[in-house]
């Protein structure tokens, strides 16, 4: 099994910024997409930016120029680079990984998620 643990959360104010981590442990070989997803009270869950294994981003756009999805060398770490930050980007943000261990076998696993508050 794939454990995914977000870490780098917290109360920041407007303009500030903040780096999301997501560590992934468990046995896998494989990773295809790697994304990270908010939700914001009242709110469903929404895509934030995801990273496929050949390294293409894609970004929600209230986030374009201010976020950044990135990966560590190997396959285990994903990150969120979070600057200019608005009020509007308060959520819990999870980490997702896709991934198998056999072509064609994709697992989807979720972390626990982390609190991204911004006010001032």
């Known amino acids: 099994q794939v454990q995914l643990v977000e870490s780098g959360g917290g109360l920041v104010q407007p303009g500030g910024s903040l780096r999301l981590s997501c560590a992934a442990s468990g046995s896998f070989s494989m990773v295809y997409t790697r994304a990270w997803y908010r939700q914001a009270p009242g709110k469903q869950r929404e895509l934030v930016a995801k990273?496929?294994?050949?390294?293409?981003?894609v970004y929600v756009d209230s986030v374009k120029g201010r976020f950044t999805i990135s990966t560590d060398s190997g396959v285990n770490t994903v990150y969120l680079q979070m600057n200019s930050l608005k009020p509007e980007d308060t959520a819990v943000y999870y980490c997702t990984f896709n991934w198998a261990n056999v072509p064609g076998k994709i697992y989807n696993t979720w972390g626990q998620g982390t609190q991204v508050t911004v006010s001032s």
């Open positions: 990273i496929a294994s050949g390294g293409i981003t």
